[in-house]
């Protein structure tokens, strides 16, 4: 019973014991005259600084926790793309040299975020490689986190407890408190997930326990590299044929998101017959998936995939069925964006001018990944077209007599 009763109010405990810690340990300070040293440290610097102060402290926390995501991935042989640290941006630009960038908008997501650079992929075994490489890469971040506070934990201890710099006591005793409370919602964000969202501890497991997850994720940091090749596209492509053979289609975000890889390495490859492009456009119901959040641009695609295979016939009455579905979740111009996307590759019409006055869209709508990613080779890829298939159908046209 007992063992129970601690293990239901473990965290009580653990506060509780930490609270008489601090209780102990802060009569310590006062009672041996450290408590002195802190205060008139604190008194000593101006509060127009604290502001100051304070900013640096959380940018200095932040880039020390992309740096151990950065430095996993170094060390596992995959090179860096881009670093964001609060409104900055260090990226690599086309001709391979770094810039930094500053971007003031970023500061609402009060973060950071590392972009790796994935060589080109064209095995299986590549894939169990980079899976390994980037779960370390993910867990390292709040790793080093965790590891940092505790260093200056004991730079706070060292100089309060030997030394009388009184102002330089202060400056690490409010790094030691701001760190820690960052550190702390940095653990604690990490186990956390949402639908679209992953904690780092939580995405550390799912890169190295569901397929669908990394594969999806792999895809995607892919798309970010200037590596990114035909026979990358290739493999994965088949691999991707094969894999659908044996695992089943769903609903699921992931399972979307990676239909959608799948079907669009279909559209740029010369088949026009596979199997388990047959199995995925016959699954999905492009009703149910034009009114989806994640599911209208694989609604399209199963309307393409037809025309692809010379079956204008379906591939139109499907494009028809998703433009007139409502859609809730995503923007209008979104909406519209997609439509005329895949109205100028089903050969319906020539967008290519409504593309180019979209760019503005386009760009704002890449959000954090602006900095990183091609408007112009986006839009030229909306561009392209499959080759023309011929509609036909019969006419009754009664004749009076």
């Not at 740096?67 to 391979?96: C, P, T």
């Not at 407890?161 to 330089?168: A, D, I, K, V």
């Amino acid at each position: 019973k007992m063992v129970i009763l601690v293990k239901k109010y473990r965290k009580i405990i653990n506060l509780l014991i930490f609270a008489a810690f601090l209780g102990f340990f802060f009569a310590f300070l006062k009672h041996e005259g450290h408590w002195i040293k802190l205060t008139n440290g604190l008194k000593s610097i101006g509060w127009y600084l604290y502001p100051l102060i304070l900013i640096f402290i959380i940018f200095k926390a932040i880039l020390i926790h992309e740096l151990g995501h950065l430095f996993s991935f170094l060390l596992n042989g995959i090179r860096i793309k881009a670093l964001y640290v609060l409104i900055f941006v260090l990226m690599k630009n086309e001709n391979n040299k770094w810039r930094l960038k500053v971007f003031p908008k970023y500061i609402k997501f009060l973060g950071g975020l590392v972009v790796p650079k994935l060589p080109s992929i064209r095995s299986e075994e590549e894939i169990k490689e980079i899976r390994k490489s980037f779960s370390k890469a993910l867990i390292a971040g709040p790793n080093t986190s965790i590891y940092y506070f505790i260093i200056i934990t004991i730079l706070f201890l060292v100089f309060l407890l030997f030394t009388n710099l009184n102002t330089l006591i202060a400056l690490l005793f409010l790094n030691f408190i701001i760190t820690g409370f960052l550190t702390v919602l940095v653990v604690l964000s990490s186990k956390v997930h949402t639908t679209e969202m992953y904690g780092d501890y939580v995405a550390y497991s799912k890169f190295l326990e569901d397929d669908k997850f990394a594969l999806v994720q792999i895809l995607q940091y892919l798309s970010f590299s200037s590596l990114k090749t035909k026979e990358s596209d290739q493999f994965f492509y088949m691999f991707l044929t094969k894999y659908y053979e044996t695992n089943r289609l769903s609903y699921n975000m992931f399972d979307l998101m990676l239909s959608t890889y799948f079907l669009n390495f279909f559209i740029d490859s010369n088949d026009t017959i596979n199997n388990s492009v047959d199995k995925t456009i016959k699954y999905y119901n492009v009703k149910r998936l034009a009114s989806s959040k994640y599911g209208r641009e694989l609604a399209y695609l199963v309307a393409a995939s037809f025309y692809k295979k010379r079956d204008s016939k379906n591939a139109y009455e499907y494009f028809k069925i998703i433009n007139e579905t409502k859609n809730n979740n995503l923007e209008e111009e979104q909406i519209e964006l997609l439509e005329k996307e895949y109205e100028h590759l089903l050969n319906l019409n020539d967008n290519s001018n409504y593309f180019i006055s979209k760019k503005k869209y386009i760009k704002n709508n890449l959000f954090v990944f602006e900095p990183i990613l091609n408007v112009d080779e986006m839009i030229n890829d909306m561009n392209k077209q499959l080759r023309f298939v011929e509609y036909k159908t019969n006419l009754y046209c009664p004749i009076d007599k």
